[in-house]
């Protein structure tokens, strides 16, 4: 990720403005106002966020439910004058398809991250993923060891477990979806 500096914060129309004017496929984010480079994904990663996208899609299509890999964006509200939409991995919300380009309503998001990403996002980006009022479960997915950082909102606030094991089960209750480190990191060499 490399961030390009504004003197002050960028709203979503204003980062909407710049992406329409982009000429080549090069993906961005807007995290606290400032517009983010991603990076190419690497095949780990890729093999990762489909490990655990594909059953999480067969699940909630049988739930109705929708999952989308890496190509809806997420923000707050319907509000330009917000400064953050991110384009997480995996993301599911239920409800109707619509015809916009990023969706306000997520149940769960799920992020892989690399050594040189980590801190964006278990900083401003976990931020604003707590900050979204539909959202149920987190999911950060390291892909230089296995570890699986799953926040829960709970009754007392967000609650974060820890898995490092191949049998362990991250379960997100929300959508009655579970699926074992073994899976997530199928085919992975750690």
Known sequence: ???LRHPEPV????FDTFLAAQADTTLFE????IIVMMTNPTEVH?????NIGAPLKLAMDARGCRTYQGGIRVQRSDDPNDTDKTRPDVVVRCGAVGTKTYITDPLVVVEVLSPSTIDVYRGPKL???????TIR?????YQDQMRVEHYRRGEQG????VLTQPGDVAHFEAVEFRIDLA???FDVAI
């Open 1 to 3: 990720m490399t961030a």
């Open 11 to 14: 709203s979503i129309g204003a």
């Open 30 to 33: 807007l995290v606290e106002g």
């Open 46 to 50: 890729e093999q990762i966020a489909g």
């Open 127 to 133: 931020d604003f993923y707590k900050s979204l009022p």
């Open 137 to 141: 479960h987190i999911a950060f997915i």
């Open 158 to 161: 967000f609650e974060l477990e």
């Open 183 to 185: 899976r997530i990191y």
